[in-house]
């Protein structure tokens, strides 16, 4: 079965440094999603992304934070300059139509 | 300063148990519903989903039941299995023009005894 499939697993970063996760969606889906976890709280959404461009992202979407489709397979998240508050795992989705969201196993992303 | 995490609801059942993991939702216009198992170190995984023009939807061993009136939903889980040992979250999509955005609930532990 076709999954979504991400990378690196875990990801640890020295504060203040910019961070890039990726991320495979599902071939044949056309709409991403970056959501995260802080440990031991609720999946919390971040963006979503289709066409080429992002259709809506929430507060904690902020300038420090940019997503990018370089190629016809790939979905990037970058986090510009880290903060400590910006370790969570982060989870990518993707989904075909009216077709329920698919998630990825996650990157555990830790802000040192 | 300190992050508090939520203290998640738990449910403990004996294997070959029904269960059920209930989910209260807060926005009215919500017309999509999923509910996804997560596993330690594992990401969401469907299980099952419902539209608002039903009230009820069989799967594999799972039941997922809409009640519009009160803003609940619940999932019944059939014959529980150790393997069903997971997180389970209702998640909720407003439609329109949200693009799929899903807003999750806070969680239940569901634990299994053999």
């Known amino acids: 079965e076709p999954e979504v499939t991400q990378t690196p697993s875990h990801q640890v970063t020295q504060m203040g440094q910019e961070v890039i996760l990726r991320c495979v969606p599902i071939s044949n889906h056309l709409y991403f999603y970056w959501y995260r976890q802080i440990l031991g709280q609720k999946v919390e959404f971040l963006v979503s992304?289709?066409?080429?461009?992002?259709?809506?992202k929430s507060e904690i979407f902020d300038d420090q934070f940019s997503v990018e489709r370089p190629d016809g397979s790939n979905f990037t998240l970058k986090i510009r300059s880290t903060k400590l508050e910006d370790s969570a795992m982060y989870f990518c989705a993707s989904r075909e139509g009216a077709q329920p969201q698919h998630f990825g196993d996650g990157t555990r992303l830790s802000i040192l | 300063g300190e992050s508090v995490g939520l203290h998640l609801p738990t449910l403990s059942v004996q294997e070959g148990d029904n269960s059920i993991i209930n989910c209260a939702y807060s926005n009215s216009a919500s017309d999509y519903f999923i509910w996804y198992k997560q596993e330690s170190g594992k990401g969401p995984q469907f299980i099952i989903d419902i539209r608002s023009n039903m009230d009820k939807r069989q799967g594999q061993r799972v039941t997922v039941l809409l009640n519009k009136t009160v803003k609940h939903l619940s999932l019944q889980i059939a014959a529980t299995q150790p393997g069903d040992s997971a997180v389970y979250f209702c998640?909720?999509?407003?439609?329109?023009?949200?693009?799929?955005?899903?807003?999750f609930g806070q969680g239940t532990i569901l634990t299994v005894h053999p």
């Open positions: 998640a909720e999509n407003a439609g329109g023009t949200s693009y799929g955005k899903l807003t």
């Open positions: 992304f289709y066409n080429n461009e992002i259709s809506e």
